[in-house]
C-alpha cells in the first residue's frame, strides 16, 4: 500500500470478516479513483452446470450446498421455481412451515453478522475474539441467538447445516406440534434480545454516506403479504419492485429487466438493471415494505430513529437488526399458531417448461428459473444470489467513498473501504457461479 499526493493505491489481499475469498483493490489517479474493486477470485462452483439433467426433484438437496449460512433460501427459492413449472401451490400451512424455518435462518444469519462480523468495526477491534476480551456479553448473546435460529432449523429442516427435510411440495416429515411449543421459551428470549441489538447498534457512531443506487426487493402489500400471509413482511413471494417506483414485476419477468456481465477481476457475474448498479438487501426490504414489519419491529424502528428509506448502508446494520426483531416475532407468532399439516407435502406432478422463484436470503434477493422436459429432467437452471447483484453497488461505493475521504490516511481509508464492503454482508461463495475460460493452444 502506498500513499503519495494525488496517487494512491489501497489493496488488500483477503478481506476479512465476510463470507469467501476476495479482495480490495482501489487506485487514485490525481486525486481521481480510477478503480474500484470487489475482487473476487474464490473458483467458481458451477452449480448451474451440475443442475443439468438432474431430476427437478433434486435441485433443493443441490442448491442448498451453495451456502451453509443461508442453505434455506436456496432450498425455497430452488423449490417455488419448481412448483411454479409443476403448476402446484402449496396449502397454508405448509407455507407456515416454510416460513417458520426461513425465520430460523434469518435470525442464526443476522445475528452472526450483526455482532460477529460487523459490529467489530463500529467498536475498534480486529475481530469477535479480541471484541469477546472487552464486551463478553455481546459474543455470548450472538451465540445465543444464532443457536435458537440453528435449533429452528434442525428441527424444522432436519439440521442446522444444509437442510436434509425440504423437498419440492413441501416436507419430508411435519414436527410434531409439542416439538414446536418447546422453541417458545428461548424466542421469548430472542425477541427481548433483538430489541436489545437495535437499541445497542443505533448507538454506534456512523459515517456519513448515501447511495445513489436504487432499491429492488420482494413487496408485499396489506391485502397479500409476501409470505402466504396477508400483510406480512415479504420474505417468499412473487412480485419484485423498486423504491423508486420505476420497477413493478412478477418474478417471471426478472430476466427481461435484471442482465449479469462478467468482469475481468471477479469470478462472480455482476448484476445490472438498466445499465446501473442496484441494492438488494435490509435497506431495500425496509424501504419497500416498512408498513409490513410486525408490530414490535416496527417500534423498534422507531425507537432507533430509523427514516422511511434509509440510504446509508453504514447503518444496515440498524435495519438488520430491526429484521431481527421481525423474525422472532413472525417466529413466535408462527410457533403460537402451529399445527401439524394434514400432510407433510403435496405431490408435485411433472410437466415441461419454464419457472420462476424468488425469496427474500438474509443478504437480499435470490432468483431461480429453472426449464424442464417431459421426463422432469432439467434442461437450464439459472441462479442469481444477492451479492452478485450487490457487486456493482458495493464497487460504485468504494469510488464514491474514496473520493469523499481523501484527506484519511491509507490506514483509515482503507478501513473505511474494508467496512464498506461488509456493509452489504457479502457472501462471496455464493456469488462465485461463472467463469469465461480461454484456451490458446499453439
Same mark, same amino acid.
Given at each position: ?13 483477503a ?5 469467501? /475469498?476476495?479482495? @480490495?483493490?482501489? #487506485?487514485?489517479?490525481d ?7 470487489? !475482487? ?7 452449480f ?26 436456496y ?23 416454510? !416460513?417458520l424455518?426461513?425465520c ?17 468495526d ?16 455481546l ?9 435458537i ?6 428441527l ?29 421459551? $428461548?424466542? !421469548? ?20 454516506y ?51 456481465e ?6 462472480a ?24 414489519l410486525?408490530?414490535q419491529a ?12 434509509c ?9 438488520r ?12 407468532? @408462527? ?23 424468488v ?8 432468483y431461480?428459473?429453472? $426449464? ?16 452478485? #447483484?450487490? !457487486? ?10 474514496? /473520493? ?13 473501504c ?25
Amino acid at each position: 500500500m502506498t500513499h503519495r499526493t494525488g496517487n494512491r493505491l489501497l489493496q488488500v489481499g483477503a478481506l476479512a470478516r465476510v463470507e469467501g /475469498e476476495g479482495a @480490495l483493490y482501489v #487506485q487514485v489517479d490525481d486525486d481521481r479513483v480510477t478503480a474500484a474493486q470487489l !475482487q473476487i477470485y474464490e473458483p467458481p462452483r458451477f452449480f448451474e452446470a451440475f443442475l443439468r439433467g438432474r431430476h427437478c426433484s433434486e435441485p433443493p438437496d443441490i442448491t442448498a450446498r451453495i451456502c451453509g449460512i443461508c442453505p434455506v433460501a436456496y432450498q425455497m427459492s430452488a423449490c417455488l421455481a419448481i412448483e411454479d413449472v409443476c403448476g402446484v401451490a402449496v396449502p397454508d400451512d405448509i407455507a407456515a412451515l416454510r !416460513q417458520l424455518l426461513y425465520c430460523g435462518e434469518w435470525i442464526e444469519s443476522h445475528a452472526l453478522h450483526i455482532y460477529l462480523l460487523h459490529a467489530p468495526d463500529f467498536l475498534g477491534y480486529d475481530g469477535a475474539i479480541e471484541m469477546a476480551r472487552d464486551h463478553r456479553d455481546l459474543v455470548q448473546q450472538a451465540l445465543r441467538l444464532k443457536k435458537i435460529g440453528n435449533a429452528i432449523l434442525e428441527l424444522i429442516g432436519g439440521r442446522a447445516v444444509h437442510p436434509i427435510n425440504v423437498r419440492v411440495g413441501g416436507f419430508y416429515r411435519s414436527p410434531t406440534a409439542a416439538d414446536i411449543a418447546a422453541l417458545e421459551p $428461548e424466542l !421469548q428470549w430472542a425477541l427481548q434480545a433483538s430489541w436489545d441489538t437495535v437499541a445497542r447498534v443505533a448507538a454506534f457512531d456512523f459515517p456519513d454516506y448515501d447511495g445513489d443506487w436504487d432499491l429492488v426487493a420482494l413487496a408485499g402489500s396489506e391485502d397479500s403479504g409476501g409470505m402466504s400471509c396477508s400483510g406480512t413482511y415479504p420474505i417468499m413471494g412473487r412480485r419484485i419492485a423498486a423504491a423508486s417506483g420505476r420497477l413493478d414485476i412478477d418474478v417471471a419477468a426478472f430476466t427481461e429487466h435484471f442482465r449479469e456481465e462478467h468482469l475481468p477481476h471477479s469470478t462472480a457475474l455482476h448484476g445490472r438493471w438498466d445499465g446501473g448498479p442496484y441494492l438488494v438487501g435490509p435497506l431495500a426490504r425496509y424501504a419497500l415494505n416498512r408498513a409490513l414489519l410486525p408490530e414490535q419491529a416496527r417500534a423498534a424502528a422507531q425507537a432507533a430513529g430509523l427514516e422511511e428509506v434509509c440510504r446509508n448502508p453504514f447503518r444496515s446494520i440498524i435495519v438488520r437488526a430491526v429484521e431481527l426483531v421481525a423474525a422472532c416475532e413472525m417466529a413466535l407468532d @408462527l410457533v403460537r399458531g402451529y399445527r401439524p399439516p394434514r400432510e407433510p407435502f403435496v405431490e408435485v406432478p411433472v410437466r415441461a417448461g419454464v419457472g420462476h422463484g424468488v425469496s427474500e436470503a438474509p443478504r437480499g434477493l435470490l432468483y431461480h428459473r429453472y $426449464e424442464i422436459d417431459d421426463d422432469g429432467l432439467i434442461v437450464s437452471a439459472t441462479i442469481v444470489p444477492p451479492t452478485a #447483484q450487490n !457487486q456493482p453497488a458495493i464497487e460504485h461505493d468504494l469510488q464514491h467513498l474514496v /473520493e469523499d475521504n481523501l484527506d484519511l490516511g491509507d490506514g483509515e481509508l482503507t478501513h473505511r473501504c474494508e467496512q464498506a464492503i461488509r456493509n452489504y454482508d457479502p457472501c462471496i461463495s455464493c456469488a462465485t457461479h461463472f467463469l469465461r475460460l480461454e484456451v490458446h493452444r499453439a
